[in-house]
């Protein structure tokens, strides 16, 4: 059974910054792309950065150049640093990836960001 735990979210000033690492188990990890998604009440979930099996990275506009994507195949974690943290990245984050083809998430973290 895949399961994806997130945990480090929180609450932090606008300009700071905050790290959020996912566990999996139950998956040949280093061979699946990993996904950062968030979501804000009312609004569709969105896709926030990507890592493939590689190493290879993907950012939304929104989010370059102040968030990074990594993973730690030995461990089987996903992290992704959020660095000028901004009111508007506050969300629920999650962590995704599609194993088996089936969607694959975990329950959250939230992010609070105050201005």
């Known amino acids: 059974q895949v399961h994806l735990v997130e945990s480090g979210g929180g609450l932090a000033q606008a300009g700071g910054s905050l790290r959020l690492s996912c566990a999996a188990s139950?998956?040949?990890?280093?061979?699946?792309?990993m996904n950062w998604h968030r979501q804000v009440p009312g609004k569709q979930r969105e896709v926030v950065a990507t890592i493939d099996s590689r190493g290879n990275t993907n950012y939304t506009d929104v989010v370059a150049g102040r968030f990074t994507i990594s993973r730690d195949n030995a461990w089987n974690r996903l992290y992704l640093q959020m660095n000028n943290l901004k009111p508007e990245d506050t969300a629920v984050y999650y962590c995704?990836?599609?194993?088996?083809?089936?969607?694959?998430w975990g329950r959250g973290t939230q992010v609070t960001v105050s201005s």
């Open positions: 995704h990836t599609k194993a088996w083809g089936s969607d694959r």
């Open positions: 139950g998956i040949n990890f280093k061979i699946y792309t």
